[in-house]
């Protein structure tokens, strides 16, 4: 295999940076689009120079041509479009949320397992270079166990000046923003027996909520707390920054603002810059999330090269998914709640 073909579905907002991320992919490149916005798609198709363009998926996947489907739509659309995936045998990126409830997401797992086709979730934030440089000095055994952590976002920036839908859904930060954050707790102290949330609305102009904290009961026995936030206003906005800190049994790591790492242990004290890298597409202050997005699809095509299992595929993300609904579930009932129970 040397070169995988690949259509995109959807044509909006952050597939942009998908696009980008595939012309510097190895191994890959984009040769169908699909959107049924005509004006969006000639503007995609055009700046990317792509010849096959499509308004209906069903039509792109009956002319075929492709060896994967990236799937870069809003989440109602997910379920019907890996399902085709599935059911044409072609293996698909989703985007991220995964799915409108945990039993859809389920059954997209288990239509791709059958069709035997793999399935990755868009989950970028764990590909980041500062959060990499986190989990590596974990695994290198920086401060032995960990028992605590705090995983942190917060932030004052006009994400609806781009994404002005956002604004508009019941459900906001944890389902949007919390996801991510979720999902690197999971990444770097493991899976999660049980969680507690609170969540509240600041902003009166949007209908979701804008601020939520978590607390997460890992397997492993460590306690962290994920808090995220959409309604603080600092005197250096670090958006888009995931903010860490992490304790253990030998020592202290700390991801500050400006993609500063700390570790602290007997040898003394570390700190060095672990800041993203401004690739030729990007922009500032969203390249942090750009040049993950090009890492994650680089992580597909090298893995599916090697028929090997991605980091977040579909399987390994309901996991995060189900931290998701835990939260709602526990914000709504203010109890604590059991996430196992809920995968099983």
């Known amino acids: 295999m ?6 995109l579905i959807g044509c909006g907002f952050f597939a942009i940076n998908q696009m980008h991320a595939w012309n510097d992919v190895d191994g890959a490149r984009i040769v169908a689009i699909c959107d049924r916005d005509p004006e969006r798609l000639k503007v995609v198709g055009d700046q990317f120079g792509i010849e096959r363009r499509y308004s209906d998926a069903e039509a792109m996947f009956a002319d075929g041509g492709f060896d994967f489907v990236d799937i870069a739509t809003t989440v109602q659309s997910h379920r019907a479009l890996v399902e085709m995936a599935a059911r044409n045998r072609v293996p698909a990126i989703c985007q991220k949320p995964f799915a409108k409830t945990l039993s859809d997401a389920k059954a997209m797992v288990e239509a791709c397992r059958k069709a035997g086709v793999a399935l990755m979730v868009h989950e970028n934030f764990r590909w980041q270079t500062p959060i990499q440089a986190v989990r ?16 942190s976002f917060r932030s004052g920036y006009d994400v609806f000046s781009g994404q002005p839908y956002l604004a508009e859904g019941e459900r906001f930060i944890i389902e949007d923003l919390g996801i991510h954050t979720l999902d690197v707790a999971r990444y770097i102290l493991g899976d999660v027996g049980s969680l507690t949330a609170r969540i509240r609305r600041v902003n009166p102009k949007i209908k979701g909520e804008d601020v939520a904290t978590i607390l997460l009961d890992h397997q492993s026995g460590a306690t962290s707390v994920v808090d995220v936030s959409y309604a603080t206003k600092l005197s250096k906005e670090p958006f888009p920054e995931t903010l860490i800190e992490l304790d253990g049994a030998e020592g202290t790591i700390r991801l500050t603002q400006g993609y500063r790492l700390e570790i602290a242990n007997d040898k003394g004290t570390t700190t060095m810059d672990v800041s993203p890298t401004l690739l030729s597409w990007a922009s500032r202050p969203w390249h942090n999330i750009q040049e993950s997005v090009y890492a994650i699809q680089q992580h597909w095509v090298d893995q599916i090269k090697r028929g090997a299992v991605h980091s977040t595929s579909g399987a390994d993300n309901l996991k995060t998914f189900a931290l998701v609904e835990a939260a709602y579930d526990s914000a709504a009932r203010g109890q604590t709640i059991d996430v196992g129970a809920m995968l099983r």
């Open 136 to 151: 590596k000095a974990l695994d290198a055994g920086a401060i032995g166990t960990p028992f605590w952590g705090r995983f």
């Open 2 to 7: 040397t070169e995988l073909k690949g259509a």
